[in-house]
């Protein structure tokens, strides 16, 4: 059974940091690309950053606040905020997508919220 664990959110105050983990299982971490998301109050839910399986490649909504990182041995892919600002307030997803043959599934952790206020 695949399974996305978040946590890490909490309050903090513009400016600050935080760093979000996602644990997995049930599927070969390595093998399979991560990326987290993230949903404003009333907006779309939109895509932060990726990482591929190896943690060779990574790429981001928005470069130089945020960090993606992985550890292919604990399973678990960290987002690191930095330079919070109010409109980072958000529940941040861990994602993944497995395939097998023909079939595609989509696989999202609960979420974990991020508040951003001074």
């Known amino acids: 059974q695949v399974q996305l664990v978040e946590s890490g959110g909490g309050l903090v105050q513009p400016g600050g940091s935080l760093r979000l983990s996602c644990e997995a299982s049930g599927f070969t971490f390595s093998g399979h690309a991560m990326k987290w998301y993230r949903q404003a109050p009333g907006k779309a839910r939109e895509l932060v950053a990726l990482?591929?399986?190896?943690?060779?490649t990574t790429n981001y909504r928005e470069k130089g606040r945020f960090h993606i990182s992985r550890d292919n041995v604990k399973n678990t892919v960290y987002l690191d905020l930095n330079s919070l600002k109010l409109e980072d307030t958000a529940v941040y997803y861990c994602y993944t997508r497995l395939t097998s043959g023909s079939t595609m599934n989509d696989y999202w952790g609960q979420g974990t919220q991020v508040i951003v206020s001074s």
């Open positions: 990482i591929s399986g190896d943690g060779l």
